[in-house]
């Protein structure tokens, strides 16, 4: 079992490898490669474009009668990913590129057109100097010249940024100097507007909410009464207290003071004697004083009665 990985095979001594077939393979069959696309291009059929690193199950062949020094030249065969056209492309070792065919158009080619008209250039000159001495020199001329053009050019350039340039150093770090203050306190007083204002804002906030909250916890007070007119004191009762302090005449007062009953008159009201008659009663209230004043409330009488003590007191 050791020897199942080993690549070295046993041959035999009479072994010829001149007796082994060869097979017998066109020269331009083709092989099924995987590849990515070498640049970008847009399908001719349906205007696909197919960008450079897509990847394609491509077929490839080797180009009959082109070799550029020996090394063979490479047709690949794709097909567009919308339409399903054929585009072919080729090697080009010469460039160290690849070369459309047909199928589609090369995009963004700018910069490689540009050095092969370069080089084409290039190349017709070295070809015309090759067999005329006399180009050479001319040529050799006119480079001299325009060389010394672009120098002159060069030097003019730099004494014009000479003479328009006068720099002061000190100037320049000074006028840096008062941006950066002003800049500096510019920033400073907006802040303390900033912060003022926010401040502003708290300060306005916490006074609505102290508001709110004493109108929550406080009741609202009644609404006042009105206020009477000079003439409505005309209107009102007097009271037993005002009227007794203000009553000082006797005759005033003799239709508040309550005159005490004897015994017998109250033991005769209450059942015990015989009962008044009708003209007893009524002559009884045209003689007593008592009875023919209005009715008044307990406190108007207790008040009458202390006033009159002290009127009886002080005669």
């Given amino acids: 079992m050791s020897e199942r990985k080993v690549l070295n095979k046993y041959y035999p001594p009479d072994f010829d490898p001149s007796k ?4 017998k393979l066109p020269k331009d069959r083709q092989y099924v490669v995987r590849l990515m696309a070498p640049f970008n291009m847009r399908c001719k059929t349906c205007g696909e474009y197919i ?24 047709r690949f065969y794709i097909k567009c990913t919308r339409c ?11 460039n160290t590129d690849y070369s459309m065919e047909h199928g589609a158009t090369r995009n963004f080619q700018a ?17 015309e100097e090759l067999n005329n001495p006399m180009k050479v020199l001319e040529n050799r001329t006119k480079d001299s010249k325009l060389e010394m053009e672009v120098l002159e050019n060069l030097q ?6 000479q003479r328009q340039a006068h720099v002061d150093f000190e100037a320049m770090l000074r006028r840096h100097r008062l941006s950066e203050e002003e800049r500096r306190q ?4 907006e802040d303390e507007r900033e912060t003022a ?5 708290a300060r306005r906030r916490r006074l609505l909410e102290d508001s709110d909250s004493e109108d929550e916890a406080t009741p609202t007070p009644p609404w006042p009464a009105p206020r009477p007119t000079p003439t409505a004191i005309l209107h009102e009762a007097p009271k037993a207290k005002r009227k007794a302090a203000t009553l000082g005449s006797k005759a005033q007062l003799s239709g508040l003071v309550v005159v ?4 017998t008159e109250t033991d005769g009201r209450s059942g015990r004697g015989p009962a008044p008659s009708p003209g007893a009663l009524e002559s009884e209230k045209a003689t007593d004083p008592a009875a023919r004043a209005p009715a008044a409330s307990s406190l108007s009488q207790l008040g009458a009665y202390g006033d009159s003590g002290d009127s009886d007191g002080s005669d």
């Fill in 20 to 23: 082994i077939p060869k097979l």
């Fill in 51 to 74: 960008y450079k690193g897509k990847k394609f199950n491509a077929r490839k062949e080797t180009v009959q009668n082109e070799v550029y020094l020996g090394l063979p030249i490479f």
């Fill in 84 to 94: 399903l056209a054929e585009i072919t492309f080729k090697t080009d070792p010469e």
């Fill in 111 to 127: 910069e490689k057109l540009l050095e092969e008209e370069e080089k084409r250039v290039q190349k017709e000159r070295e070809d």
């Fill in 156 to 161: 003019e350039l730099k004494d014009l940024n």
């Fill in 186 to 189: 510019r920033q400073q007083e």
């Fill in 197 to 201: 204002a926010l401040l502003e804002e």
């Fill in 260 to 263: 005490k009953k004897t015994k």
